[in-house]
């Protein structure tokens, strides 16, 4: 436990605890919605906020949560009105934010590519105090819609035109879900990593469904491998000189085969105890007696 007397870690453990809750209660809702790589496309459009904070000498985590909620608000614009261009608009905001990115950086004053590395995959060491305030306030607000309005994300995830007909504004939710990715998406690239964050929202979710399949027990295991990776990782990271995000990301691939592994078993047996304790459909009181004719042969 030495690692805990360096400041510097202190703020890498917390900063990996809130991004191991709010990763998988965002992701839990992009994995029902069928949007898996949202996150994905989000890091990719959060690293012109990064390379345009650099070049302002401004905060990059601000910087680039500015960006990203643009970004996501832009992308839910073309999945509503972008019909049969949608991908390709998607296509050019994804990898337009990415070239955008790299080229503010460089033209930054103190900017380089080194600088935009430890952004893209995480760094412990560059965690600093004022990433940390951030981090803990964007952290609140994704938990805050989360959980305050779980009920009405979830139906809206589930079935959007049922949702409409109960008459939830289904436009303002699907607009809050995609902020609330790309406020995720900034809480966690000081410790995972923008390339490597969607991960983190999708793959906790996806091991937590081997086990069950109730929206709240999914959600309390999920975020529970979410923080157990985070942590694990962190200190992993500490202690072998590995890169954090991806110490982090393939623990959370472990815990999903670990997981799958363990429910295939598991999910036979329930069904076997299940089959065997539904009655007959045909119970042998009831069926129609047979009768042997003439010929010796037996029909029913």
């Given at each position: 436990?030495?690692?805990?007397?360096?400041?510097?870690?202190?703020?890498?453990?917390?900063?990996?605890?809130?991004?191991?809750?709010?990763?998988?209660?965002?992701?839990?809702?992009?994995?029902?919605?069928?949007?898996?790589?949202?996150?994905?496309?989000?890091?990719?459009?959060?690293?012109?906020?990064?390379?345009?904070?650099f070049l302002l000498s401004w905060s990059p985590v601000w910087m680039a949560t500015l960006v990203s909620?643009?970004?996501?608000?832009?992308?839910?614009?073309?999945?509503?009105?972008?019909?049969?261009?949608?991908?390709?608009?998607?296509?050019?905001l994804f990898y337009g934010g990415m070239a955008g990115g790299v080229m503010l950086i460089n033209l930054?004053?103190?900017?380089?590519?080194?600088?935009?590395?430890?952004?893209?995959?995480?760094?412990?060491?560059?965690?600093?105090?004022?990433?940390?305030?951030?981090?803990?306030?964007?952290?609140?607000?994704?938990?805050?819609?989360?959980?305050?309005?779980?009920?009405?994300?979830?139906?809206?995830?589930?079935?959007?035109?049922?949702?409409?007909?109960?008459?939830?504004?289904?436009?303002?939710?699907?607009?809050?879900?995609?902020?609330?990715?790309?406020?995720?998406?900034?809480?966690?690239?000081?410790?995972?990593?923008?390339?490597?964050?969607?991960?983190?929202?999708?793959?906790?979710?996806?091991?937590?469904?081997?086990?069950?399949?109730?929206?709240?027990?999914?959600?309390?295991?999920?975020?529970?491998?979410?923080?157990?990776?985070?942590?694990?990782?962190?200190?992993?990271?500490?202690?072998?000189?590995?890169?954090?995000?991806?110490?982090?990301?393939?623990?959370?691939?472990?815990?999903?085969?670990?997981?799958?592994?363990?429910?295939?078993?598991?999910?036979?047996?329930?069904?076997?105890?299940?089959?065997?304790?539904?009655?007959?459909?045909?119970?042998?009181?009831?069926?129609?007696?047979?009768s042997r004719g003439t010929d010796g042969k037996v029909s029913v």
């Amino acid at each position: 436990m030495d690692f805990l007397n360096y400041d510097f870690m202190q703020r890498a453990l917390l900063a990996a605890v809130l991004v191991g809750i709010t990763a998988p209660a965002v992701g839990i809702y992009l994995v029902q919605r069928r949007q898996a790589l949202m996150g994905d496309g989000i890091g990719h459009v959060a690293m012109t906020g990064v390379g345009l904070g650099f070049l302002l000498s401004w905060s990059p985590v601000w910087m680039a949560t500015l960006v990203s909620v643009l970004g996501a608000i832009a992308m839910e614009l073309i999945r509503w009105y972008g019909r049969m261009r949608g991908d390709l608009a998607l296509a050019m905001l994804f990898y337009g934010g990415m070239a955008g990115g790299v080229m503010l950086i460089n033209l930054a004053p103190n900017g380089s590519n080194a600088n935009l590395t430890s952004y893209l995959f995480g760094s412990l060491s560059t965690v600093s105090e004022s990433d940390v305030t951030a981090i803990i306030v964007l952290a609140a607000f994704v938990v805050l819609v989360t959980l305050g309005l779980r009920r009405q994300l979830f139906a809206v995830s589930q079935d959007e035109e049922f949702a409409r007909v109960t008459g939830l504004p289904v436009r303002a939710l699907n607009l809050l879900t995609a902020i609330t990715a790309a406020v995720t998406v900034t809480v966690a690239m000081r410790v995972v990593g923008l390339l490597l964050v969607s991960a983190l929202m999708v793959v906790p979710v996806a091991a937590a469904q081997q086990l069950t399949r109730s929206f709240a027990a999914t959600f309390a295991i999920a975020v529970a491998i979410g923080v157990t990776v985070t942590i694990g990782g962190t200190v992993t990271s500490y202690y072998q000189d590995v890169p954090p995000g991806a110490t982090i990301v393939l623990l959370t691939i472990g815990a999903f085969i670990a997981l799958t592994a363990l429910a295939t078993p598991l999910a036979r047996r329930r069904a076997r105890a299940l089959a065997a304790a539904q009655p007959s459909t045909d119970p042998a009181e009831c069926a129609i007696p047979a009768s042997r004719g003439t010929d010796g042969k037996v029909s029913v």
